[in-house]
T-cell receptor, first 111, second 116 residues
Framework: GQQVMQIPQYQHVQEGEDFTTYCNSSTTLSNIQWYKQRPGGHPVFLIQLVKSGEVKKQKRLTFQFGEAKKNSSLHITATQTTDVGTYFC???????????FGGGTRVLVKP | NAGVMQNPRHLVRRRGQEARLRCSPMKGHSHVYWYRQLPEEGLKFMVYLQKENIIDESGMPKERFSAEFPKEGPSILRIQQVVRGDSAAYFC??????????????FGNGTRLTVT
């Protein structure tokens, strides 16, 4: 079955630094979504990418969908303490199929 | 604009008891998904339902677990004869009728099940 892997599993970042987390699927995706879960909270939708090579920005967050639609990345610039949480990517193989979540990248920010 | 409502937030059961988790989707959403999350792990798909229909239950254990989404009322995830390994956070999510390819999932606050 479809597998979605995320690396790294943990990311310790100094406040103000940049970092990137990566998402890789074993199969081609129709779309990829990113979610953020704060400690003790529930996943909250951030963004969806649909087109090959698509890049979207949300303030300090930049999301990219690979040309082959099998991988994605999230880059955060000038990390802040509010960025703490787990970032999940989730992919669907075809329209209407269930979303398969990656294992998440747990981000800890050192002030 | 109520979001996805799950109850209870916390549920403690002894081994062998039944656990019932409830989920009311967002207004206007007819698709419900249940995910399970162990501490420090990702979200594992369990089941996808529409009103009165189970669309995909490929992530549900074959025994002790069942789910329903009746015509009236919330979706229910039922775990019979709970064991310690069932301890986890169970999240419900809903989406509008067009399905996951065009719609994000809206998650509830989850039910944290502890089996003693």
């Amino acid at each position: 079955g479809q597998q979605v892997m995320q690396i790294p599993q943990y990311q310790h970042v100094q406040e103000g630094e940049d970092f990137t987390t990566y998402c890789n699927s074993s199969t081609t995706l129709s779309n990829i979504q990113w979610y953020k879960q704060r400690p003790g909270g529930h996943p909250v939708f951030l963004i969806q990418l649909v087109k090959s090579g698509e890049v979207k920005k949300q303030k300090r967050l930049t999301f990219q969908f690979g040309e082959a639609k099998k991988n994605s990345s999230l880059h955060i610039t000038a990390t802040q303490t509010t960025d703490v949480g787990t970032y999940f990517c989730a992919g669907a193989q075809a329209a209407g199929n269930k979303l398969t979540f990656g294992g998440g990248t747990r981000v800890l920010v050192k002030p | 604009n109520a979001g996805v409502m799950q109850n209870p937030r916390h549920l403690v059961r002894r081994r062998g008891q039944e656990a019932r988790l409830r989920c009311s989707p967002m207004k206007g959403h007819s698709h419900v998904y249940w995910y399970r999350q162990l501490p420090e792990e990702g979200l594992k798909f369990m089941v996808y339902l529409q009103k009165e229909n189970i669309i995909d239950e490929s992530g549900m254990p074959k025994e002790r677990f069942s789910a329903e989404f009746p015509k009236e009322g919330p979706s229910i995830l039922r775990i019979q004869q709970v064991v310690r390994g069932d301890s986890a956070a169970y999240f419900c999510a809903s989406s509008p009728s067009q399905g996951t390819s065009n719609s994000p999932l809206h998650f509830g606050n989850g039910t944290r099940l502890t089996v003693t």
